[in-house]
Nanobody, 122 residues
Framework: VQLQASGGGSVQPGGSLRLSCAGSGRTFSSYAVAWFRQAPGREREFVAAVTWGDTSTYYADSVKGRFTVSRDNAKNTVYLQMNSLKPEDTAVYYC????????????????WGQGTQVTVSS
């Protein structure tokens, strides 16, 4: 599985961005896809995940109510809609995939895309 993350950029606080994670090599069927992020000087942390088969979604407490993870089966793509962005959301965002169900532990994910930078600043 090859993953390509895109959609990052710079936005003011309160703004929105939508990240995309496009998969290739095989379909995402039976794979969970997650988003992680890493801010400067901090460890990479779990953001959100979607289990491909049953649409179950999971979120870190810090993004609940503001971020929405979704998938498009036909496009083999997972999205992360980020609303009400805060400066503390500034980070490099990565998408990752694992066979099976979602898991918040990055060590459980075998496939990773390159990061996309999100900067929230006035």
């Amino acid at each position: 599985v090859q993953l390509q993350a895109s959609g990052g950029g710079s936005v003011q606080p309160g703004g929105s961005l939508r990240l995309s994670c496009a998969g290739s090599g095989r379909t995402f069927s039976s794979y969970a896809v997650a988003w992680f992020r890493q801010a400067p000087g901090r460890e990479r942390e779990f953001v959100a995940a979607v289990t491909w088969g049953d649409t179950s979604t999971y979120y870190a407490d810090s993004v609940k109510g503001r971020f929405t993870v979704s998938r498009d089966n036909a496009k083999n793509t997972v999205y992360l809609q980020m609303n009400s962005l805060k400066p503390e959301d500034t980070a490099v965002y990565y998408c990752a995939a694992r066979y099976g169900s979602s898991n918040p532990s990055q060590g459980q994910y075998a496939y990773w895309g390159q990061g996309t930078q999100v900067t929230v600043s006035s």
